[in-house]
């Protein structure tokens, strides 16, 4: 019989939210917008996490962002169809204040092609 896979410990509902608080931080969110390659800004992540007594490393924290993220960005494509029942996440009202001004977590409606009417050139 081939051995288990392990699994990362459960996040507990305090974990998550510590874990929200700091990847909410102004400081944290810059860092995470200013680069592409932010496996360090995790590791400044998982730090402020062991300072509020959780032991969680850059990938457990990296790994748990992106699954956060996912379920908010399903839940707001749901609820931008029309007829669909209203949705929500876990933790939405936290994931909102960080992810709802995000251009990447909204849908695009309009396109602006940066043409003009004739008449507005006038």
Known sequence: ?????????????????????????????????????????????SRAMMERGHDRDAMQCRIKVKELRSAYRKARETNSRLGAPPKTCRFNKELDTILGGDPTTVLSTTVDTGERDEEEEG
């Open 1 to 45: 019989m081939p051995p288990r896979a392990r699994r990362a410990p459960v996040w507990h509902n305090t974990e998550l939210l510590d874990l929200i608080a700091v990847w909410g931080e102004e400081a944290v969110q810059s860092q995470l917008r200013s680069s592409r390659r932010n496996f360090d800004t995790f590791g400044q992540i």
